[in-house]
């Protein structure tokens, strides 16, 4: 059995930042994809950024690009995304996942609870 623990969700002002954290445990997820998936109220979940298991390849979706940034810390089994610029309609619950790499949920086996951001205009 996997787990995995969002945190780091909140009230932020347009052009502010947060970073989101992703504790995984219950197992080894270091050879696994690690990915952030965010839904909006009302919308479909939709890809947010990836890492590999080495780190070596992310992917990050063009609504992000360049404004969030996604690491890992194997040693601390933790997953991060740093959320800078942050605009309004980055509003939605951020999930944490992990399975292979992808930008479709259906390749993630592993899903956290969510954590809330509103960013606020």
């Known amino acids: 059995q996997g787990q995995l623990v969002e945190s780091g969700g909140g009230l932020v002002q347009e052009g502010g930042s947060l970073r989101l954290s992703c504790a995984a445990s219950?197992?080894?997820?270091?050879?696994?994809?690690m990915a952030w998936f965010r839904q909006a109220p009302g919308k479909e979940r939709e890809f947010v950024a990836a890492?590999?298991?080495?780190?070596?390849?992310?992917h990050y979706s063009h609504a992000v690009k360049g404004r969030f940034t996604i690491s890992r810390d194997k040693d601390k089994n933790m997953v991060y995304v740093q959320m800078n610029s942050l605009k309004p309609e980055d509003t939605a619950v951020y999930y944490c996942?992990?399975?292979?790499?992808?930008?479709?949920?259906?390749?993630?086996?592993?899903w956290g609870q969510g954590t809330q951001v509103i960013v606020s205009s």
């Open positions: 996942a992990a399975g292979a790499l992808g930008v479709t949920s259906d390749q993630y086996a592993y």
């Open positions: 219950g197992r080894t997820f270091s050879t696994y994809a």
């Open positions: 890492i590999s298991g080495s780190g070596g390849s992310i």
